[in-house]
């Protein structure tokens, strides 16, 4: 499914963030995105998920635009960001349970625990995960959920090896199955090796790295 961004703009305290953004992301690509910390990554991934207002613009998926308001449209798209977005007095199972419950999901979640490297500490409460841990917990809902646009917020913090290795073999399961991927980070190697093209954001503007 297409992801077309017109004119996006995004201002913290009078202060721009994303100026007059110009985007088309063609369905099944899978797209990279580097910048400073505080360049506006993050802002931008939320605002194509519907998470952030904008000040002014168009973001479209398919016929559909995307606001914080419209909520079928955004269950279109699933977000990972730097927030665990989890229920600490949860267990990973029980997480991954109420998120299959709400998407109406069947699905076997004891499998999917057991390839990210949680089973061990399946039944444990998150509150107690490191950041690794959380990590790999955030990587398996969204493998549960596999929506048709998918954003990742530098999905490779506090991963180990194994972490790495899992979240590779889903990005190319994705790809197999031509989701729209946006990945951000700041290992650029890692986005030439495993995406179609990467942007850079730089003082509110997006611009293609050759």
Partial sequence: ?????????????????????????????????????GSGKTTLLKCISGISSIDSGTIRIGSDIISPFNQ?????????????????????????KFLADLYEINTNINLIIEQIGLGKASNKMIGFYSQGMLQKLKLASCALISSEIILLDEPLTGLDEDGKKY??????????????????????????KHTNYT?????????RLD
């Fill in 167 to 192: 979240f590779v073999k889903m990005l190319k399961l994705w790809q197999k199955e031509h989701k729209t991927i946006v990945i951000s980070s700041h290992d650029i190697n890692f986005l030439k």
């Fill in 72 to 96: 079928n449209s955004r269950k279109k798209i699933y977000f990972i960001g730097h927030g665990n977005g989890m229920y600490s007095h949860f267990t990973a199972y029980e997480n991954l």
């Fill in 1 to 37: 499914m297409d992801l077309e961004i017109i004119k996006l703009k995004k201002s913290f305290y009078r202060n721009p963030i994303l100026d007059s953004i110009d985007l088309e992301i063609k369905s099944g690509n899978t797209i990279g995105l580097i910048g400073a910390n």
């Fill in 199 to 207: 942007l850079k954001i730089n003082n509110g503007s997006i611009n």
